[in-house]
């Protein structure tokens, strides 16, 4: 295999760092440079946690990309940076492996759209982990038997985002085999405002945020006297890297937007 050249951009955030030390420490990527929104010009290895780190550090994703070459962009950032640094990811022949979450669908339609433009891959994947993907395909598969499902997810509290970019992927895939219902008592009331959650295509969703929270989810399903919970957890950011790897090893090969792991996963 050819080696990667690899931009990451969010480097000093919880996932970027960690993206960082996966791309600088895999033989077949090389670390060709980090996007941050400070310090242009210095060299990563000058900031601390990224010692004998040697890459340039721009802010300027243009003369980012016209400088290093890149094949790949990492996307670690927040949604409206990370919307923007993937549009121009893909005008300049960048392959962008997008972990950041907070798009809209429209957003979605419109990077797919230029892809395909453009005739390269781009991977959007709210969760990396492999387990999360099992749970959502998990969750899928028993939304065909169970139409009654609510989604809890919980995080710590610095995200940005609410739901989760998992949550509102395991609506989307429980909503394809799941026939379309209104759950709840038909004159249920909220008597405080947002207590049944959020709500998408019937099914609610509630989020939770703690300090001491990585990023957790249950899908709780029922009927007559019985539910089924599926659970997963993520207790580091590490979990997350092996589908960072996989993701940009496979986004070289493709020539359109995939959204999901799950749609790349053999
Ligand atoms: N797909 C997945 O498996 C996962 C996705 N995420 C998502 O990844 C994103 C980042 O999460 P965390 O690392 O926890 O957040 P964080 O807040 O720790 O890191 C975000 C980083 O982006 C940087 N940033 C902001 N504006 C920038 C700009 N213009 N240019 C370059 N860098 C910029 C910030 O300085 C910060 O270091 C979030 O959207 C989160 O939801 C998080 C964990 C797993
Ligand atoms: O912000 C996070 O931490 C996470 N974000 C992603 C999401 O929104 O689903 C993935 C994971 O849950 C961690």
Same mark, same amino acid.
């Given at each position: ?16 760092? $960690? ?30 946690? /990224? ?17 290093? +070459? ?21 005008? /300049? ?35 990396? *982990?492999?387990? *999360? ?6 969750? %899928?598969? @028993?939304?065909?038997? /169970? +139409? ?9 509290? +610095? ?7 998992? @949550?509102?992927?395991?609506? $989307? ?16 009331? $909220? ?6 959650? *959020? ?18 989810? %249950?899908?709780?399903?029922? *009927? ?43």
């Amino acid at each position: 295999m050819d080696i990667v050249k690899v931009i990451v951009a969010g480097p000093r955030g919880r996932m970027g760092a $960690e993206a960082v030390h996966l791309v600088h420490n895999e033989d077949h990527f090389e670390l060709a440079g980090v996007l941050d929104r400070k310090h242009e010009g210095l060299s990563l290895s000058e900031i601390k946690g /990224f010692q004998g780190i040697d890459v340039p550090i721009f802010t300027d994703i243009e003369e980012c990309f016209r400088t290093t +070459q890149a094949d790949v962009l990492v996307d670690l950032t927040t949604p409206d940076v990370g919307y923007f640094h993937t549009k121009t990811a893909l005008e /300049f022949g960048v392959r962008p492996v997008v972990g950041t979450t907070g798009f809209s669908k429209e957003q979605l339609n419109e990077l797919k759209e230029l892809a395909e433009e453009k005739g390269i891959g781009c991977i959007i994947a709210p969760n990396f *982990a492999i387990g *999360a993907v099992l749970m959502m395909k998990f969750s %899928q598969m @028993a939304a065909k038997y /169970f +139409q009654d499902v609510e989604i809890l997810e919980m995080h710590h509290d +610095q995200k940005l985002d609410a739901p989760s970019g998992t @949550a509102v992927k395991t609506a $989307e895939m429980i909503s394809k085999s799941r026939e379309p219902k209104k759950q709840g008592h038909p004159k249920e009331k $909220e008597t405080i405002e947002g207590a049944r959650g *959020a709500e998408m295509d019937g099914m609610h969703i509630h989020s939770i945020r703690l300090p001491g929270l990585v990023a957790h989810q %249950q899908v709780l399903f029922g *009927a007559d006297g019985q539910t089924l919970t599926i659970r997963h957890d993520s207790y580091n950011r590490q979990s997350f890297m092996s589908g960072v790897k996989v993701c940009v090893e496979t986004v070289i090969k493709l020539d359109t937007l995939v959204y999901g792991l799950e749609n790349i996963l053999e």
